[in-house]
């Protein structure tokens, strides 16, 4: 009996995830056409944006802390003291700052967006909207993925630059490194192309995260019990899709030998 569950809650889940793929399709070919709902894409870019920068940046200053900690003990021992600033900011910036940043908007705001549109469609406000001829994905989708995709970037820079200073608290006042040091090393181990494939893969994890929590959300079947098994299931796939898809974009984007670790010599 339990197989038989487990196999069914598979393939319901495969099926709305097939239904991912056609909503974002449907979400391209609305934006050709320009249907964008300002009002509502202000306020989910607040929602998404400042509403979620404290958590962000709180995860990002404890991240790059213990990072550091990690990396500088095993480096002051080999002599290497002067790579710490480096290796962190390589680490942040190809890895870190997005895909936890992304985890924290999938946990915060991906679940969210299933939540708030899956109690839409089984109160029946769906159904309501197209009565009144107005299409769901103009109205609650685009702004929400709008919001994803720009807010994103900018999260994930902000986190590069608290979690670099909460390395460097760590590094200047337990492992008495030079804060000069410290900066000089992170400038000399990253390119621009860094920088773009953060942004790159901010701006693709945004949209998995909206197109994954709305179309949970109007899938919703069963009331409240299914608002709620949406709302886990949404940030459970919407987590395994970001894992998943940042192996492929880190695989696309740095292929072959680095340059980093000479450059900071």
């Known amino acids: 009996m339990s197989e038989i569950t487990s196999t069914s809650s598979l393939g319901k889940w495969s099926q709305r995830l097939l239904t991912a793929i056609f909503l974002g399709g449907q979400v391209i070919i609305h934006l050709l056409r320009g249907k964008i709902h300002r009002r ?23 991240v790059g802390a213990v990072f550091t900690i990690q990396v500088a003990r095993e480096f002051i021992n080999f002599g290497a003291g002067n790579l710490v600033g480096g290796v962190l900011a390589v680490a942040l910036t190809r890895e870190l700052s997005p895909v ?10 991906g679940s969210a967006f299933a939540a708030e549109i899956g109690t839409m469609r089984v109160t029946e406000q769906i159904d309501a909207l197209l009565m009144l001829k107005t299409d769901p994905i103009d109205y609650l989708v685009i702004p929400r993925l709008l919001a994803c995709f720009l807010m994103m970037p900018i999260l994930t820079l902000l986190s590069l630059v608290t ?3 909460g390395g460097l608290i760590i590094a200047t006042n337990i492992y008495n490194l030079s804060d000069t040091q410290f900066l000089d090393s992170a400038r000399n181990f990253l ?72 450059q900071g010599f």
């Open 40 to 62: 509502n894409t202000v306020e989910q870019l607040a929602v998404v944006g400042p509403d979620s920068l404290f958590i962000a940046l709180l995860t990002a200053v404890f």
């Open 100 to 109: 936890l940043t992304a985890v924290v908007i999938a946990g915060r705001v």
């Open 163 to 165: 979690g670099m200073l």
């Open 191 to 262: 390119d621009t192309w860094d920088i773009v494939s953060a942004m790159i893969k901010a701006c693709c994890f945004g949209v998995l995260i909206a197109i994954i929590g709305c179309n949970w959300g109007l899938t919703t079947t069963g009331g409240a019990k299914g608002v709620g098994q949406s709302t886990t299931t949404a940030v459970v796939t919407a987590l395994l899709v970001i894992f998943a898809s940042n192996f492929f974009l880190s695989w696309l984007m740095f292929q072959g030998t680095g340059s980093a670790l000479t």
